[in-house]
């Protein structure tokens, strides 16, 4: 419906503006994008505070835009969502994310893969179908792998999406529920849900050293994941004093600038290295 013609018409119109031009062509760049290579994940560390290492990494994308530049996920997931990109972009992101397991394996680096998944990759049963196709194709461990599912996807069709979670959750694949407390979900819907993990949202977490609200909710989350069994995730962890809170919380896991930022491969073995993270 955006033919180069009429996108020189439409500059015309106020309500059109130029960044909403910029959302429709990225829109239909994206398919070019994944199969052009133009995507990349960058790995951010979850540090375990009982073990005191690292455990896992989440996977985050980022877009090389060939005129645009360096594009945010949060800029583009949710054209590639509304665009029904994001199927595919989640099938490269898992299959990148497993490959990338092999190659770290031969290096001795055993960390489980979290990958992020929208809403729309659990209206159907081809996500748990593919993912048990890629499991024996590099032949790994089920819990190599950890999908991150935001509480809102699993909400936007509750019984859908526990069909395809107990699909993965039978066959081993460990689950996680992502920016916990931002959404509106239910107890009943979530203790329904075969979950392994429970992230604090980062923004109950960036003032957490500072806002005695913040501290309520995050000790009572905690509270509440462990009486769900659930393992909690702290994200957004920015400095020490928070680092220390969190472990006095009972926290099983912090992810966070203060321990590393998302890094590309290159950087993230520079990064484990020279450190016996111990
Ligand atoms: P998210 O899953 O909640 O990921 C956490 C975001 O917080 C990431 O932003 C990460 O870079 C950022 N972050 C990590 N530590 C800190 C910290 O200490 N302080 C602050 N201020 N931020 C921190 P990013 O990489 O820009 O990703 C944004 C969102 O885009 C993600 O939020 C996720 O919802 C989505 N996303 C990223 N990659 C994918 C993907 O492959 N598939 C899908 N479906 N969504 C993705
Ligand atoms: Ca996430
Ligand atoms: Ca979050
Ligand atoms: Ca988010």
Request: glycine content about 4%; charged content about 25%; some cysteine.
């Amino acid at each position: 419906a955006c033919k180069g013609k009429h996108v020189h018409h439409v500059v015309y119109y106020p309500q059109l503006n130029k960044h909403s031009l910029l959302r429709l062509s990225l829109m239909s760049e994206l398919r070019s994008a994944i199969n052009d290579d133009q995507l990349e994940l960058f790995y951010q560390p979850k540090l375990d505070l009982i073990q005191q290492k690292i455990v896992s990494v989440e996977c985050l994308v980022r877009w090389h835009h060939p005129e645009h530049g360096f594009i945010q996920p949060d800029d583009f997931i949710p054209l590639a969502e509304q665009s029904g990109h994001i199927r595919a972009l989640t099938e490269w992101a898992i299959d990148t994310a497993l490959k990338q397991k092999k190659l770290w394996l031969k290096q001795d680096i055993d960390v489980q893969m979290a990958v992020n998944i929208s809403a729309v990759d659990l209206i159907d049963l081809k996500l748990p179908a593919y993912v048990a196709q890629l499991m024996t194709h590099y032949a790994l461990q089920p819990n190599a792998l950890k999908l991150e599912v935001t509480e809102s996807a699993v909400m936007a069709e509750p019984e859908q999406a526990l069909r395809a979670l107990c699909m993965l959750n039978q066959m081993g694949i460990k689950l996680s529920i992502d920016d916990f407390g931002t959404g509106f979900s239910s107890m009943a819907q979530l203790k329904k849900m075969p979950l392994d993990e429970l992230k604090i949202d980062k923004s109950f977490v960036l003032d957490l050293n500072h806002d005695e609200d913040d501290e309520v909710i995050v000790k009572s989350t905690i509270e509440l994941a462990h009486n769900l069994s659930l393992s909690v995730v702290a994200e957004g962890v920015e400095d020490l004093a928070t680092l220390n809170k969190l472990s006095a919380f009972g926290c099983d896991t912090a992810q966070g600038y203060f321990i590393a930022k998302p890094m590309t491969v290159q950087s993230f073995n520079d990064w484990w290295d020279p450190i016996e993270l111990i």
